[in-house]
């Protein structure tokens, strides 16, 4: 089983439309990566949460970490097609082993 | 900008083949990684390192070995391809430590290796 689940597994959302990805942890989350992936390219860095309750912002990105809910969500505010590739979630284990979730797939629609 | 460059973004090899896979990151950090990732499996760490010489398995290192002989470069082999390995393969790499410590993993653009 994945340490890291994401919800939904796929979005297709109307332009302009808001929506939530989640990412809960079977551990302790001490800390949380978004990335976002274009399809067939390398993962982009969205940002970095390191302590519960953060919350972060990056033009219509907003992601935040509950750590005791072991769960972080990243939500975007009136969608654009730009905005659409595979997003995923990432923490650590012990030393510096890095792992990620299975990734949501988002399509905007124009 | 940090910049992790992999040699090839597009490899057909045949079944039986030695594959290498380079990847070289130019920001001296001491951690890099390969993943790989496969339709609704996410990315799966293969191996990765975090010094010269060193080396740790990750999840799924079977099929494959790792070589770091230069701090910025770090090259996934496969000794014997096999059309299970089939894959986009990731390189990253990291300075040492943790999230927690406010490390950022860095990405190259991936390696798309078809087996045939």
């Known amino acids: 089983s994945q340490e890291l689940e994401q919800s939904p597994q796929s979005l297709i959302v109307q332009e302009g439309k808001n929506l939530t990805i989640n990412c809960t942890s079977s551990?302790?989350?001490?800390?949380l990566y978004w990335y976002k992936q274009k399809y067939g390219e390398g993962l982009i860095f969205l940002m970095m949460?390191?302590?519960?309750?953060e919350e972060k912002s990056h033009e219509k990105i907003t992601a935040k970490l509950d750590e005791k809910k072991q769960q972080s969500s990243l939500h975007i505010t009136a969608s654009q097609p730009s905005h659409a590739g595979i997003y995923l979630c990432?923490?650590?284990?012990?030393?510096?082993?890095?792992?990620f979730g299975t990734g949501t797939s988002l399509t905007v629609i124009p | 900008d940090v910049k992790v460059t992999q040699s090839s973004r597009y490899l057909v090899k045949r079944t039986g083949e030695k594959v290498f896979l380079e990847c070289v990151q130019d920001?001296?950090?001491?951690?890099m990684f390969w993943y790989r990732q496969d339709p609704g499996l996410g990315l799966r760490l293969i191996y990765f390192?975090?010094?010269?010489?060193?080396?740790e398995k990750g999840d799924i290192p079977e099929g494959y070995s790792v070589s770091r002989e230069k701090k910025e470069r770090f090259s996934l082999i496969l000794e014997s391809a096999s059309t299970n390995q089939t894959s986009m393969y990731l390189c990253?790499?990291?300075?040492?430590?943790?999230?927690?410590?406010?490390?950022?993993?860095?990405f190259g653009e991936g390696s798309w290796l078809t087996v045939v």
């Open positions: 949460l390191q302590k519960g309750g």
């Open positions: 990253a790499s990291s300075r040492l430590g943790q999230v927690r410590s406010g490390n950022t993993i860095y």
């Open positions: 390192s975090y010094d010269v010489k060193m080396k």
């Open positions: 551990k302790t989350l001490y800390g």
């Open positions: 990432g923490a650590d284990r012990t030393g510096n082993q890095f792992y």
């Open positions: 920001m001296d950090h001491e951690n």
